[in-house]
């Protein structure tokens, strides 16, 4: 099965120090995300610039390292095989964080009860 496409990128090598980068990698673990895409998304965050639709469609957890009250808005903006893929992954975050399954339903990413998974 082929990976999808991550969109346009650029290949860079960064250095970072070792304890930076430990904890970079305990983060993307905790996620289930490769480290590239960790770092390319704090980067995206911490700039305000958007994380493209095609590195969410690639990688849905990376939601997870937006503030969960930017989720919504997010999700709209996302083409809507995309958004179900990620909708999807939040799901299966739910079933095992507290803090996730909170979030989902504060923020009414459940419809009537049904699983996130079912939605989108």
């Known amino acids: 099965m082929t990976k999808p496409t991550k969109g346009d990128r650029v290949r860079t ?3 970072f120090p070792a304890t930076h980068y430990r904890l970079y990698m305990e983060h993307a673990e905790r996620l289930d995300v490769p480290m590239a895409d ?3 998304c704090r980067m995206a965050i911490c700039d ?3 994380i493209p639709a095609a590195l969410y ?3 849905p ?3 997870m390292m937006s503030e ?3 989720w919504p808005s997010i999700l709209d903006g996302l ?3 995309t958004a179900a893929r990620v909708r999807r992954k939040l799901a299966e975050a739910a079933e095992t ?3 996730v399954r909170r979030d989902v339903k504060r923020l009414g990413l459940e419809e009537d009860g049904q699983q996130l998974a079912m939605t989108g």
């Open 61 to 63: 957890a990376l939601i």
């Open 48 to 50: 305000g610039l958007p």
């Open 68 to 70: 969960a009250d930017d």
């Open 38 to 40: 960790y770092v390319v």
């Open 97 to 99: 964080d507290p803090q």
């Open 57 to 59: 469609h690639s990688v």
């Open 79 to 81: 083409p809507p095989v």
């Open 13 to 15: 090598t960064v250095r």
